[in-house]
């Protein structure tokens, strides 16, 4: 640690070098304006004690310019003065100065003021070290997720967009969605359906999304069988998750003539809303995947069917559990009404639109606790 003394007394800066030195300080002293400007910008020092009273210059003023060329540095400066005076203190203060000890003075208030201090910047060194590293372990975070969404928007790109057949709307909790929305029209022209939600939300609720998604959409060119791919992802996302994590999911192929063939575990009940406003639904009857291993897994599959008009919509929990200002969640039943009024729509974006900003309005600005996704499908047989 160094210290600058600018004194233009002699037996002050022996003074000071004596008792300072002692506990291990290096000293550089001055006696003037000009060299006390000078030996600040060499030497660096990590405090500085001066006197006020300087014989060439003002050493108020000093206070101030050495004050501003520490910039954003942390360097205490000791006032020193034999005039004790109220106005004298105020001053320095009012200068920039950090501290003020009367001259003259003992070598135990001497000690007691530089050991404080010393203390204070080595306080203040740590926390500096401490937020440069986490400065750099945040830009790495940064970038390994700026990695991450590249690698998981750029395979999920592969899904189908937004139509009159197809609308999906995923609101994020955090800067990752846990939950997966894939629609893909196979060759032979039924369309594949994974809607997953992994346990939590963020990045750790992400991890399985990568494998998910190259499974679904190898299953897609590979015609795979609805109950194998089921037991493929299963497979990955037990070899892959940690023991508290699962993926609740459907998996949906619909035939070009609106028959449904489903596999459903952990997730709310799919709904149908029918083209004269009745509700039917897909029961989600399995475990989550990525729980049980392959020998207790139940891969078998249930049917439903689509006549033109209606619509499939499925919802995972953050839907059913958004909440409003007041704390009320909003549930089956008004997710039940709203479904049933929007999706009256022929429109299927303006539907889906309409949903969004119904769920939107409740939530308010109460913050959202789970990601939301929502996802509307309509059979293309006319």
Not at 64 to 79: D, E, H, T, W, Y
Not at 232 to 256: Q, T
Request: glycine share 6%; hydrophobic share 45%.
């Amino acid at each position: 640690m160094k210290l600058l003394c600018v004194d233009s007394e002699l037996v002050y800066r022996d003074i000071i070098s004596l008792y300072a030195e002692k506990e291990g300080i290096k000293v550089r002293c001055e006696s003037s304006f000009d060299a006390a400007v000078r030996a600040f910008e060499e030497f660096i020092p990590d405090i500085v004690m001066l006197d006020v009273l300087l014989e060439d210059k003002d050493g108020f003023e000093l206070v101030k310019v050495l004050k501003q060329a520490s910039g954003s540095r942390f360097i205490p400066i000791i006032c020193l003065a034999s005039d004790t005076a109220d106005a004298v203190m105020d001053k320095c203060f009012q200068y920039g100065a950090d501290d003020f000890i009367p001259k003259p003075f003992s070598e135990v208030l001497l000690n007691i003021r530089l050991k404080t201090h010393m203390r204070h910047i080595a306080l203040i060194k740590e926390m500096y070290r401490k937020n440069k590293a986490l400065t750099y372990y945040q830009t790495m975070i940064e970038r390994e997720h700026e990695m991450a969404h590249h690698v998981l928007d750029h395979i999920q790109t592969r899904s189908e967009k937004n139509s009159q057949h197809v609308a999906i709307t995923r609101l994020s909790a955090a800067s990752f969605n846990g939950d997966l929305a894939l629609v893909k029209t196979r060759s032979d022209g039924a369309r594949l359906v994974f809607v997953g939600d992994f346990t939590g939300h963020g990045l750790p609720a992400s991890i399985g999304a990568l494998p998910v998604m190259q499974v679904f959409f190898d299953a897609v060119d590979e015609l795979v069988e609805m109950g194998e791919l089921a037991e493929r992802i299963n497979r990955i996302l037990l070899s892959i998750l940690p023991d508290y994590m699962f993926c609740a999911g459907y998996l949906i192929l619909m035939s070009k003539d609106g028959h449904l063939l489903y596999w459903g575990g952990g997730m709310p009940n799919a709904l149908i809303r029918r083209s004269d406003a009745s509700i039917d639904y897909l029961q989600s009857s399995h475990m989550p995947l990525g729980i049980l291993p392959a020998n207790e897994f139940e891969a078998d599959l249930h049917s439903h069917y689509l006549n033109p008009g209606d619509t499939l919509i499925i919802v995972s929990d953050g839907v059913l559990e958004l909440k409003n200002p007041q704390g009320d969640m909003l549930g089956d039943d008004k997710v039940e009404r709203l479904i049933t009024e929007a999706y009256a729509n022929k429109d299927l974006i303006l539907a889906q639109q309409k949903t969004e900003r119904v769920l939107a309005e409740y939530r308010g600005d109460a913050a959202q606790l789970d990601d939301i996704t929502l996802v509307a499908l309509r059979s293309s047989f006319l």
